[in-house]
Each structure stands twice: as structure tokens, then as C-alpha cells.
């Protein structure tokens, strides 16, 4: 588990080294938790890069996720136990150990996509300023635990984070243009830190405080091109202590590379009068 | 496993009664066949049954799944085992079991929801004509192996069934009011039935033929009223052989009960050329 040369930060924080069949040594990296709580998407792509392995094809095309406890930064296992394999699909479970006790359970569909395939139909790219009008968040205090936000350069389409001065849509909507600080381009495995990057979707809607996930869903439709991310979050209902939050990630081509819904659990503090629903 | 008296067909058919400590003795019943298929939004329902039975909280509110093997009408059976309880939540995992095999895997999340809760927050629900300008799609074929569909009260929005007349929509976009045939009013396991109950979304949007789920992920986000339901489907991309299907179950108080995403496989016909993205 030492240092490669050559690999990016990112691969070694996501290495998983086979032990035996079904087991994989993880190292988890301080370097990507935000709240004191490593990231849920880091954490699903620990899980997919051992479940690929493990597979006779190449990108991890569905992952869906429960988040069971919080595991902490250091050494932990991956065991990918198999559930179906096809001539085109690979099914597995894939279970983050750490202590003995099952962190997170994933249930992981490899295969391999075609590169550059030209989608059949589409949906339209969201509406996004160009960078230059966009806006980072101020880098958090050092007590926060937010290490993850040095990783990523995350520039916010300024209408979603009026949040940030007491100006709230009201609408739970996020959108933001990603990039890795350090110079990797985006694969699978940064879309699905992607998918879980951004301040939780109801800030926007005057909600705050921790969200934890419940469940995570991600599907990962395309390979994505060289070149900045573009991430649009959006939720539909707040309700009972709970909302969901579903990201789309367009790459540079303007192609929909990955998409995930998240339930979530809501943050203690109660939203102003004005966001509830008109 | 007779027949109980007061019992709805359906709650017959997605019964489960306890073997043991972790194992549940169901019969999948072949009256939820789509083209000679168990639907899976009905095995869904049969593994939310065993899973809430063995959990200490009343409602299946997230079901993460994947569609290994397509089982048989007959005796099989449901493994519910334990990953967290909490004191608001327990997660387990359910696997349908049929002649040794696994055929379905299922992360369920069950909690209690708050009867009649008020959003905090909600979109609003899709605008839909009223039942008397809907449409019915015509009874199957015997041979065709969709039992499924004399199970059901379907009434379609006119404009997302052109397909059936060569007009289709060219936008996977498909909306219908639902009921049971059988005088059921909705809960939980009707709401598992529902979110996979139209055809595949792509028919609108100009695409044919059998549509197998790889996987497929519901929110049960509020206990649904007496009367129709409101179902919306819409995707996102259809690329490389697969697409995604949303689905949005609203009851008959303008209240978003479920939330559906299956990515699923696209049927060998391959798309009319106006109905690719413009």
C-alpha cells in the first residue's frame, strides 16, 4: 500500500489491493471527508474499483448503496462476493469492512461501456453560466473537517448558493462546474465523487445542518470526455425529516455521463416559512 | 400458504410467512407476468413484505435492487438478513431464492413514516387530463404473457401513447392514473407494483421490444391516500443498449409518495431516426 509513482492521489486514496478472492485491502484517505465524515461517494469508489477488479469487464455502469455506519480514515476491506455473470453484465455485492463490522453495502453491476458511443436520445444539458460568472464556496475552517473541499475545485452558478448570504431560491437546485484540484481527468471513479461533492441540495432551499445519506444510487452511463464536469443537482420533496437529491454530471461534450439520486436524512435546523412550497 | 380470509389477491400473492429467524416462505404468483415475466416491481413487494416482517419499523422506505435471474411462478423463498438497526432505521438485506439460486438482491431500508406529515418542502405535480380524457391500452394477447395487465386500471395520457398508432411522442415521456382492478386501496407494496407497472418509458420516445431491468431503485417518501394514483415516467438517456426510467407516484391528495430509477436494457428494434435528440 505504498506510494505509486505515477498514480494520481486520487487513484492511491481509491487503491484496493486483492488479499484473496474476495478480499480487497483499502486504505481510507482523511483527505476526502467533509463534516469529519469520510465522503460517501469516495467511499463508493473504494467499493468500485475492488468490485472491477473482481469483474471480467471494465467500468462499474450501477452502483446502489446503504450507508450503514461511518467508517474512519486508516486500513479496511473490501469483500465482492458475486452474484451473476452474463457475457455482458457482472453483478456483485461489494461490502466495506472495517473493525469487523460492514461499513457500507454495495450492490455493483460492472460492464464494459463503448467508447464514444453517440446516444440514441438525450436529454438537454442544463442551463449553466460559463465559469468566469460562477462562484467558489470560501474554504472551510480547518476545525470543520472538510477536507475533501481541496480536493475539488467546484465553481456554483451563483442562483444556487444565495444560500450563502441569507438569500435562499427556495428551490432545492445546485449546480456547479467540478474539477479535481490536482491534474487527473475524470474516469468512473471521480464521477462517483462527483455524484456526492456538492453541499447538500436543500441548502438551496433554506435548509440546513449534516445530512447524512441513507441510500445512494449511481449509474454510470458514459465515459466521460477530458475536461471540467458540469454537476446539476435537484431534489423534489422534503418531507418527514427526509429529501432526495438527484445529480447529473455532463462532461466537456455535453454528454449525460453519470446520474444518482440520493435519500438523505435532514439537518435539525427548520427551513424559513418563505421556501416551503408555494 | 392457503388462502386467508378478508386478504386481497394481491396481499396473497406477495405474502411471506416466516420459516425461521431469517428465511420466509413466499409463492410468486403468475397473475404479475409481464411478457411471461414476474414483474419486478411485484417482486419487489414480496421482498418489502418479508423485510418490514422482520424489522422492527412499519414501512419499506428505500429498496435498492438487482434483477439476477427471472424466477418462476411457484415456492420460493426470501433471506432477510440484518446489516443495522437503529432507532429510527433498519437496513437488511433480502435475496429472492429460488431452486438454490439467488434471483433477486435487495438493500431495504425500514422506518416508520408519520402518517399525514406535511412537506416541508415538494414540487409540484405533473399536470395530467383527467381520467375521462384518457385511454386504456387494449387487453394483450392471451399468448403474450402479460397477466400483469388484468391486474390493473391503467388510463393513459393520450399524448405519451402515440406510439401505439406510429405517433409516437419522440420523448420518453409516459403518464398514466392507476388503480388495482381488485378493490384495494394503495399502500406500501402497491406503491413496489406501481413504480414498474407502464411500459418502458423508451416507447414514447420511438423504441421497442422487451425492456429487462438491471436494476432498479424506489423511495417510499410518504404513506399514499385512498384513491388513483398518479404515475410519471420520464428518462434521461438512451445510449450504448441501456436507459433509465424515472418513475414519480403521486396519490390522490397531490402528494409524491415514491420515487423510482431503473437503468434497464433497450429492446433489439432499433429507433425511428426523427426520434433521436434534435
Known amino acids: 500500500m505504498g506510494i505509486v509513482q505515477g498514480m494520481t492521489t486520487f487513484d492511491q486514496a481509491t487503491r484496493a489491493t486483492r488479499a484473496d478472492a474476495t478480499t480487497y485491502d483499502v486504505r481510507l484517505d482523511d483527505g476526502y471527508a467533509a463534516a469529519g465524515r469520510l465522503n460517501g461517494g469516495y467511499l463508493l469508489a473504494v467499493l468500485a474499483r475492488a468490485a472491477v477488479d473482481a469483474s471480467p469487464f471494465e467500468h462499474p455502469i450501477s452502483t446502489a448503496a446503504q450507508f450503514l455506519r461511518s467508517p474512519a480514515p486508516g486500513p479496511a476491506t473490501v469483500r465482492v462476493e458475486p452474484l451473476r455473470a452474463g457475457r455482458s453484465t457482472a453483478m456483485v455485492r461489494a461490502t466495506l469492512v472495517q473493525d469487523g463490522a460492514a461499513h457500507v453495502e454495495a450492490l455493483i453491476?460492472?460492464?464494459?461501456?463503448?467508447?464514444?458511443?453517440?446516444p440514441d436520445w438525450s436529454a438537454e444539458?442544463?442551463?449553466?453560466?460559463?465559469?468566469?460568472?460562477?462562484?467558489?464556496?470560501?474554504?472551510?475552517?480547518?476545525?470543520?473537517?472538510?477536507?475533501?473541499?481541496?480536493?475539488?475545485?467546484?465553481?456554483?452558478?451563483?442562483?444556487?448558493?444565495?444560500?450563502?448570504?441569507?438569500?435562499?431560491s427556495g428551490r432545492p437546485e445546485t449546480?456547479?462546474?467540478?474539477?479535481?484540484?490536482?491534474?487527473?481527468?475524470?474516469?468512473?471513479?471521480?464521477?462517483?465523487?462527483a455524484v456526492d461533492s456538492m453541499p447538500p441540495v436543500v441548502y438551496s432551499a433554506g435548509f440546513r445542518g449534516w445530512a447524512p445519506t441513507v441510500e445512494l444510487t449511481w449509474h454510470l452511463r458514459a465515459l466521460p470526455a477530458p475536461g471540467p464536469l458540469l454537476l446539476?443537482?435537484?431534489?423534489?420533496?422534503?418531507?418527514?425529516?427526509?429529501f432526495d437529491e438527484d445529480v447529473e454530471v455532463w462532461d466537456a461534450k455535453g454528454r449525460l455521463v453519470a446520474q444518482s439520486r440520493q435519500l438523505a436524512l435532514l439537518g435539525r435546523v427548520a427551513p424559513p416559512e418563505r421556501s416551503r412550497r408555494p
Open 109 to 118: 453491476t460492472n460492464a464494459t461501456l463503448t467508447t464514444g458511443a453517440e
Open 125 to 168: 444539458p442544463p442551463r449553466m453560466p460559463p465559469p468566469a460568472e460562477c462562484a467558489a464556496l470560501p474554504a472551510p475552517k480547518p476545525e470543520s473537517g472538510m477536507t475533501l473541499s481541496a480536493r475539488l475545485d467546484l465553481l456554483f452558478d451563483p442562483d444556487t448558493i444565495g444560500w450563502r448570504h441569507g438569500a435562499a
Open 175 to 193: 449546480r456547479a462546474w467540478f474539477r479535481m484540484v490536482e491534474p487527473v481527468e475524470p474516469d468512473p471513479y471521480v464521477l462517483a465523487l
Open 232 to 242: 446539476a443537482a435537484t431534489g423534489r420533496l422534503v418531507s418527514d425529516g427526509r
